[in-house]
RNA sequence: GGCGGGUUGGCGGAGAGGUUACGCAGCGGAUUGCAAAUCCGUGAAGGCGGGUUCGAUUCCCGCACCCGCCUCCA
């Protein structure tokens, strides 16, 4: 059975079917490197990580290519250098921004190394194809499709008469909704800005247009066609993008001439307690701040797979400590067991079936139930958990001291049948998360959910 | 105002026009010094109103409510 997706162009789940089975290509948005990526950057990554481990699974390791950009135009990235600059650092503006989205990248490759999401085979700079962009634009105006403005060059939208069709919009609705940036340099409200003229302050490139730099959308129709080609598979992306970003590209790369993204996938946006995460509210976090919390990223990634990517996912600390709990059993059921050879057919076709992740999950529950722990094993490693490197959090600290103490203690409170020394620790044990097990044969000791090892010092 | 999505049992969350989702929690039992864990068993659903159908939670229409995007927040 072959991958099924569900095409936002299209609205329409379709048969998959590469360009080129020996390179399949898919093209993700990836972030503005201002500051640590939250909770919310992160569901795009984990979905389509799972889409790239399907896709290897199915296509081969070597025969897919995941892009996904960086991009390091932008304004708040300006804003922080020169505040730097503002701030004393004598270097100049270029090397403060380097600097800044240097540590940024550093910070999102860790963070998100963390969720287990393998890291795609190119990430391209967006500053690294300022020339690709400028090409393109020229290409764009020579074509009658941009036009250039006092220093800025806009995409003449009524050009390209498919504009608004991936979103469902029409131009005349948009403008009628008046939520659209008037500039006495557009010829249409609608027009959008692919170059714009950079001052002594904003980091710029040299242009047939003078020294500016691209606007938001350029940089990754430039870069896909650069890096896959005219034509290629997937283009992925948040919602949020769907309008204007991934408009904007379609309507860029087509009237350049490229057949561009065949099918397009949008996840759903991430909330939090049920509300949509914003600073005011004070239920915004990063990546960072839950890993710090201890939550472990694999908890983070399997929460994010047990809701369907086309879905709001709601992220709470309850989901989070009963996918902390499902983590412990399974990689108690599997240590010491080798993965079968391959995933079991049933997460395959789940996840086959526009990325059923939640039912492939359940698919995992099942194989565990029935004792199928290699099986459990190699399909959860397909989506990328269970695997070794994010085994660390649940590795067992050593407990056997302690599980002799209360052992000892247990066999003299039998001779005694005074409990209460047993008990005490027991329920020390359990206020640490840990699981105590008392059956005939002995004394078992187990991490268990909320598990905190600094409890245990005392003991 | 325009566009899009959602509404499933106590909670989370899938698939399927008719047969048990699944997980967590609950309840009963086994087990236990008491528990935990484990095992066995078990109750519980499909926003509202129409329509199609032998039969709809699943398809179609309408309504209500919720959410998102339209403001370079994924």
Not at 88 to 93: F, V
Not at 267 to 283: A, C, D, F, I
Not at 359 to 386: K, P
């Amino acid at each position: 059975m072959g991958i099924r997706l569900h095409n936002s162009a299209t609205r329409a789940k379709e048969d998959f079917v590469p360009i080129d089975a020996s390179n399949v290509r898919m093209y993700v948005c990836g972030p503005t490197v201002y500051d640590r990526a939250h909770i919310g950057n992160a569901r795009p990554v984990v979905v389509f990580d799972t889409l790239y481990r399907l896709l290897r699974h199915v296509y081969g390791e070597a025969h897919v290519t995941y892009v996904r950009n960086f991009t390091d135009v932008d304004d708040k990235i300006n804003a922080t250098a020169q505040a730097r600059k503002a701030a004393g650092d004598a270097r100049p503006l270029e090397a403060l921004i380097r600097e800044r989205t240097e540590e940024t990248i550093g910070w999102y490759h860790a963070d998100m190394d963390a969720l287990g999401a393998l890291r795609p085979k190119i990430e391209p700079r967006a500053t690294d194809y300022i020339g690709q962009m400028v090409a393109m634009i020229a290409g764009l105006i020579a074509g009658g499709h941009a036009y250039a403005k006092e220093g800025h060059v806009l995409f003449r939208v009524r050009s390209y008469a498919e504009y608004g069709r991936l979103s469902g919009r029409s131009v005349d609705d948009m403008i009628a909704g008046a939520r659209v940036e008037v500039a006495p340099f557009k010829e249409d409200p609608m027009d959008f800005v692919l170059w714009k003229p950079s001052d002594a302050d904003l980091p710029g490139w040299e242009s047939p247009w003078g020294r500016g730099r691209p606007g938001w959308h350029i940089e990754c129709s430039a870069m896909a066609h650069e890096l896959l080609g005219a034509e290629f598979d997937i283009h992925g992306g948040g919602l949020d993008l769907q309008f204007p970003h991934h408009e904007n590209e379609i309507a860029q790369s087509c009237c350049a001439g490229h057949g561009f993204a065949r099918v397009w996938m949008h996840n759903e946006m991430l909330q939090v307690e049920g509300k949509k995460m914003s600073k005011s509210l004070g239920n915004f976090f990063t990546v960072r701040d839950l890993l710090e919390k201890g939550v472990p990223g694999e908890v983070i990634r399997i929460v994010f797979l047990g809701t369907h990517y086309g879905k709001p996912m709601d992220w709470t600390a309850e989901k989070a400590a009963q996918a902390e709990a499902t983590l412990r059993k399974w990689r108690g059921l599997v240590a010491g067991i080798d993965p079968a050879p391959t995933p079991l057919p049933g997460v395959v076709a789940a996840l086959s079936d526009d990325l059923n992740t939640a039912g492939a999950l359940a698919e995992c529950h099942a194989a565990a139930g029935r004792g199928d722990y290699a099986g459990l094993l190699a399909s959860a490693r397909v989506m990328g958990l269970l695997t070794e490197e994010m085994g660390e959090w649940a590795r067992g600290v050593d407990l056997s001291g302690l599980a002799a103490k209360l052992s000892t203690l247990r066999e003299a409170a039998k001779a005694s049948k005074d409990f209460a020394p047993v008990d005490a620790l027991k329920s020390a044990l359990l206020a640490a998360g840990v699981e105590v097990r008392m059956s005939k044969d002995g004394v078992e000791l187990m991490p268990g959910a909320g598990f905190d090892a600094t409890k245990l010092e005392a003991l």
